[in-house]
């Protein structure tokens, strides 16, 4: 099929790569055109693993291709896909100005049958709001809308699109159905549920997920606080909830908080929907209210450690992006954590394998950017890890130590076993453990 694909961000350029794939033509569209040039030019803004090789690949097949050309691209595809983001707005809402733009841009151009495939998380009511505008754009618009929630996770984005545990198509007509079908055809060998359901459900799946997985996030970072009263490790205590079939052990481990583009926004976007329709969402306003909280979880410690004003002291902080394999610094818990420090008097140095180039865009000179392991502690009177990336996790601290001026680690993460960390000279500090 001829595929166009609008935004070319994280969710849009993997989906436009991974169709191209199952050897559907693609072309992707952005206003941005700057993004456009580096990837005709073979370039990507942004880490994602395995995605340069499978965008590189389909572009020389000759099914993946770029453009800045709206028009071009509606007149192009029989199907377009709107990844374009969907960010909070000043009330938490989701602000839906792109997603609309895209509806606006394909009633314009389109002729004949298109289906618009809204991927963006929107919240419920947006796919009607979108055919109206299309209806009232061009009255004899004949493009239909459907909303189809993407589920990936940056980091396995690749992985997760072609092995995805759900579809979900939210529809209105057979003929649409089909189509969608016909898309996903191919995507995988191994049987994958396809649930097709109407617009509203499908988008209040997408918000349900999310807001879920944040809920059991913030509910374990409760429980370690907990732990932190009472001197119970609250690691031993997830890992035994964990092995409850009933509450299954991913999304159990305690932190400083979630991030990214997609949990905090969504949480809110989700709120405010309720509220706009009379309900008060207590529980969820809670959920993002102890995330806030807990991304100052460690600067209260640090405090408690050092005193209340930090000047003089450096220190180093391990993992900048919101999760590892990703260069995603989006609502990241460590940038709240860096500009704590930084209003507290501390010099800061920070580490993160891929995300110095966006960082910098937000901290400028403001922190010094190690170029090592070896290099980020030196003179450091604390690690402070931020973020689980794979080449923090088996450090030789007993080394790293001689280059500090003071030994402890506060581990953001709970990756350390603190007894292994103590027998290599450090103090060890984690989120709710004895
Ligand atoms: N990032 C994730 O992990 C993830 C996962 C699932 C769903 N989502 C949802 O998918 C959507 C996109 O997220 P993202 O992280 O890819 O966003 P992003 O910010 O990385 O990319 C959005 C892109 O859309 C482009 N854009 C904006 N207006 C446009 C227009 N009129 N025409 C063409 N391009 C336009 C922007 O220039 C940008 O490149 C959001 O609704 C998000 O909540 C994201």
Redesign the pocket.
Known sequence: MKIAV?????????TGACLANLSHDVLC????DA?IKQLQEGKIS?FEPGLKELVTKNVERGRLSFTAD?KKAVQFADAIFN?????SGEDGS?DLR??F??AQ?VARYADGYKLLIN????PPGTAQRCQLLIQETNPLSEVEVVSN??????GK?VYDFTHPDKIVLGAKTAKAYSLLRRIYTGRTRTYIPVLETDWETAEMI?YANNSFLATKISFVNELANICDKVGADVKMVTQAMGLDYRINPRFLNPGIGYG???FP??VRALIHTAQEKGYDAHLLREVDALNERQKRHLTHKIKATFGQTLQGQRFTIWGLAFKPQTS?I?ESPALALVQELLAHGADVTVYDPVAHADAREVFAERVRYASSLSDSVMDSSAIILATEWDEFRNVNFADLGKMMKRKIVFDGRNIYEPEMVREDGFEYVGVGRK
């Open positions: 609008f935004g070319t961000g994280y969710v849009g350029l993997v569209v952005d206003i941005d993004k942004f709206a990844c374009v983001g969907t960010p989701a792109y997603v733009t895209v841009t991927k963006s998380t929107v929630p993407e589920f990936l996770a940056e984005a997408k990214g583009s997609c926004k969504d995603d989006r």
